[in-house]
Structures are given as structure tokens and as C-alpha cells.
């Protein structure tokens, strides 16, 4: 809990720095590849996190590995952070920032979860109509769930419209349980 109030607070104060520069888009993909960087390699989540290695090393490593592929403003961040002691929490300073992005462009996160996969006339058909129904723009996340067998189940927030085959199965399946039917 106390890592995401720092990480959110971080976050925050860095988005409005970018707003203020004309730099978000710029800083929203470069928090991006930090967070696909830190979930892809368990190193250098060991790295941000290790009280032994000194930050001015941590400060080499990220511009080792992050200088030549994110922006000036950026890099100055992770200095920032690193150098009072918060690189434990860039990870999910960069996923908070992400969050906040999205609720500064009014950007709705919308998950399908389906047994195959979408082809790309139904994910533009479920993208339109989701962009409709919430009357913003959609990021639409595809998720592979076999146990559906059919159809799609989708999430947006707090809300879920189940539209597979199997809660069709389970509706009929309630449905003949509640009700006593006799043969004749």
C-alpha cells in the first residue's frame, strides 16, 4: 500500500511536470518501456530493489540501459528519484504514471476475454461499440481464456458484460434446475 501512495505521488508530480514541458506523449512511452523493461527482467527488478549497490551505480545502470532509448526529461526523473533514494519504486512509478495518463486523456481500458482470440473485423466491431457505449477512446486488451469455448466476456472497470457460450450453458443449467419438469 505504502509503495503505490509513493509511487502514485512520484507519478503525479512528474505528469505535471510533462504537461507543463509539452513532453506527456514523449514521457508516457518512455514509462512504457521502463515498465515492459522491469516486468521482462527479474535483474533488474533485483537491482532496483537491493539496499547493497550504491545509487550512483544504479544511476550508471538505467542510463546503461534506458539514455539512449527515452527522452532527456525522463532521464533526469530516474536521476531524480534514484538519487533520493526511490528506485526501489520506479517500476511502479512508471505503471502509476501510465494510470494517470490514461485518466488525463479520458482513456478507458477495456478488457475481451475470449476462447480463440479476436479476428480484426470483430475487434474493430467490440472496439466501435464499446467507443460508443463510453463515449471516449478505448484501449482495448485481448485475453485468450479457453474455458469460454465461445463468445466473449468483457470488462471495463467494475462492469462486465458476459456474452460467452459458457454462461449460456450455466444459464440453462439454472434455469432447468429451478424449474421441475415432468414427462408425459
Known sequence: MRETRVASRYAKSFIGL???????????NDMSLIVDTCAGSKELKLL???????????VKVFKEVFSKHIGTLSNTFISIITKHGRENYLA????????????????????????AGLDENIRSAVLKTIEDSVKSEVELLEKKNEKLIGGLVIRIGDKQYDASIQRSINDLKKTFNQRHFTAN
Open 92 to 115: 511502479e512509478i512508471a505503471i502509476q504514471f501510465q494510470q494517470q495518463y490514461k485518466e488525463h486523456k479520458k482513456i478507458i481500458t477495456a478488457i475481451v476475454s475470449s476462447a
Open 48 to 58: 532496483l530493489k537491493s539496499p547493497i549497490i550504491k545509487p550512483e551505480k544504479k
Open 18 to 28: 510533462c504537461i507543463d514541458q509539452g513532453k506527456l506523449e514523449e514521457a508516457y
